[in-house]
T-cell receptor, first 111, second 114 residues
Framework: LAKTTQPISMDSYEGQEVNITCSHN???????ITWYQQFPSQGPRFIIQ???TKVTNEVASLFIPADRKSSTLSLPRVSLSDTAVYYC????????????FGAGTRLAVHP | EPEVTQTPSHQVTQMGQEVILRCVPI?????FYWYRQILGQKVEFLVS????????KSEIFDDQFSVERPDGSNFTLKIRSTKLEDSAMYFC????????????FGSGTRLTVV
């Protein structure tokens, strides 16, 4: 499984757009990029997943360039409730295998 | 939205005692997992389960641990003789087939070994 690297922490203010970048230089052809969100004392929650280009859902967008060596999670107009840890993971698409979590990015949204 | 349900939410046990953590995965999911998170640390994979058998397990999942799907709805994690270092949040997760919508995690069981 490809190793992912993301910033340890980020700060933002309510109403701003937040972009969290993840590096995955050794991503394999069959790997998808998946992002999870975790609040304190809760289980991780799936946010978005993509393979290439741009994916958008009701909570976020995911941008993956053609070389797939990095990806950016974009959270539009964050609120205080978006304060959480965000994890970027490379997930093998050929099966339903384990998820390998790193330390994630601790996002703090300020008033 | 379908949920993964875990019980109890918090369990305190004495060192050396057996504990069973319970999970009800999403009904049409076929793949089940246990993860744990020690306070302040990463979420760690323990075991995956499919078709009534273990698919993969980590080094953490030693002989003290076992999993079972005793009926069509429950998925359990048993720790035979708890140690202080087993204190952690334990998360159950499940995933389906076909669509790639990620894994659904439960809210966790906080296990405190004293």
């Amino acid at each position: 499984l490809a190793k992912t690297t993301q910033p340890i922490s980020m700060d933002s203010y309510e109403g701003q757009e937040v972009n969290i970048t993840c590096s995955h230089n050794n991503i394999a052809t069959n790997d998808y990029i998946t992002w999870y969100q975790q609040f304190p004392s809760q289980g991780p929650r799936f946010i978005i997943q993509g393979y290439k280009t741009k994916v958008t859902n009701e909570v976020a967008s995911l941008f993956i360039p053609a070389d797939r060596k990095s990806s950016t999670l974009s959270l539009p107009r964050v609120s205080l409730s978006d304060t959480a840890v965000y994890y970027c993971l490379a997930v093998f698409s050929g099966g339903y295998n384990k998820l390998i979590f790193g330390a994630g990015t601790r996002l703090a949204v300020h008033p | 939205e379908p949920e993964v349900t875990q019980t109890p939410s918090h369990q305190v046990t004495q060192m050396g005692q057996e504990v069973i953590l319970r999970c009800v995965p999403i009904s049409n999911h076929l793949y089940f997992y246990w993860y744990r998170q020690i306070l302040g640390q990463k979420v760690e994979f323990l075991v995956s389960f499919y078709n009534n058998e273990i698919s993969e397990k980590s080094e953490i999942f030693d002989d003290q641990f076992s999993v079972e799907r005793p009926d069509g709805s429950n998925f359990t994690l048993k720790i035979r003789s708890t140690k202080l270092e087993d204190s952690a949040m334990y998360f159950c997760a499940s995933s389906g087939t076909g669509e790639r919508q990620g894994y659904t995690f439960g809210s966790g069981t906080r296990l405190t070994v004293v």
